[in-house]
């Protein structure tokens, strides 16, 4: 069975000199000397202001919004992972789709002035696939109507924007580390931000609020990332450059095989340095695509229709005016993308999509 996508393990023995370490400390969890370790490597791989690796890679998401929106009106896009949209939604936030833009599929910057009100406190805005958003764009936005900018960057481990971490741009970014992403800790995730002012109050936001174990700064959960996942952080992150390579020669191999006179692929913005998180192809119609996809199943080959539905069709969401990010969300195949995905297997892939 070849899937969208499949773990990376480092070798066991590496894992389990990590693991050493922790029943050496006897420490479990709480800012252990593991995580420690792992929050600086991760600064310095990254290139990053500030880092606090989290337990998953949706909590910062919340966090931030808890600190930034203010049960106010949170200007989001519709193609994403539903975590975006479930995150505003659960801070009792009202989110305001914005349609995408039909060839980066990030939030389309020109629509968003439209969607402002005098609710509004913050703009929510994926980098979909590792392709930036407008940045430079929505921070004049931002700035203009004093709003926050959270980046969900959840594809963008080791994204590079104009020479520096995409991670760099925003109040807030975050990014997830759930075995499913190109770096993982299993579950995981880190938020990312630009002081040291902002980094402390996210740090309280996720150890519930303490400041010292009897005094206690505000209200705050807990998105602590244990001792366990530092340890599979830390046995991952060596291979990072290896994981990235390979994924290049996949991405390399569609770009050149595939039949590109029936499909579209993703258009990166300028001045990226890609991941290689993802590769989405964007079929003609939605029978197109359904007609491959039922294709590659009897090979037993599993792409994922990343991300359908279009997320302001959530059962839980009311309005509905993007016609773009519907129509892309119907057509947008991501195909099977890991470092070890054979020659052999992509060419499968490839025979049965061009047929
Ligand atoms: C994976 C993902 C998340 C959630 O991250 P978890 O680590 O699974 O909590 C959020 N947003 C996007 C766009 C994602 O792809």
Redesign the pocket.
């Known amino acids: 069975m070849i899937n969208v996508t499949k773990t990376f393990f480092p070798p066991i023995e590496d894992y389990q000199k990590q693991l050493e370490r922790v029943w050496e400390n006897e420490w479990l969890t709480n800012n252990g000397e593991l995580y420690k370790e792992l929050s600086q490597k991760l600064q310095d791989y990254l290139g990053v202001n500030q880092i606090i690796p989290m337990t ?3 909590l910062p ?1 919340q966090i931030a919004l808890n600190a930034f929106a203010k049960e106010g009106e949170v200007i989001t896009t519709p193609f ?2 539903v ?2 949209t479930a995150t505003i939604v659960w801070e009792k936030c009202t989110p305001v789709f914005v349609d995408i833009h039909p060839e980066y599929l990030t939030i389309d910057e020109t629509k968003i002035e439209a969607a402002i009100t005098d609710k509004t406190t913050a703009i929510l805005a ?1 980098h ?1 696939y590792g392709n930036p958003c407008a940045v430079e764009e929505i921070e004049a936005i931002a700035k203009k109507h004093h709003l926050k900018v959270i980046y ?1 960057a ?2 963008c481990f080791g994204v590079n924007y104009k020479s520096q971490s995409i991670f760099n741009y925003g109040d807030v970014s975050t990014c ?3 075995a ?2 190109l770096f993982h800790t299993g ?3 880190a938020l990312f931000c630009q002081d040291e002012a902002t980094r402390q109050e996210m740090w309280y936001r996720h150890n519930f609020g303490h400041d010292g174990p009897e005094k206690y700064h505000g209200l705050g959960l807990n998105a602590k990332m244990s001792e366990l996942q530092a340890a599979m952080g830390l046995s991952v992150l060596p291979y990072i450059k290896h994981i990235i390579a390979e994924r290049k020669r996949v991405c390399e191999y569609y770009d050149t095989h595939l039949d590109f006179s029936q499909l579209n692929n993703l258009k990166l913005r300028e001045g990226t340095d890609w991941n290689y998180s993802y590769y989405p192809v964007i079929f003609k119609t939605e029978s197109d695509l359904l007609k491959a996809k039922d294709k590659l199943k009897v090979e037993n080959i599993n792409p994922r229709r990343y991300f359908y539905p279009s997320l302001e069709e959530l059962p839980y969401i009311q309005s509905s005016t993007c016609p773009i990010a519907r129509d892309m969300a119907q057509r947008v195949l991501c195909l099977p993308l890991y470092d070890s995905l054979s020659i052999e297997d992509l060419s499968k892939i490839v025979s049965t999509i061009n047929e």
């Open positions: 998953n890679g949706t998401i994403s992972y975590a975006t994926t979909v969900d959840a594809h997830s580390f759930h499913t992403k579950e995981g995730g």
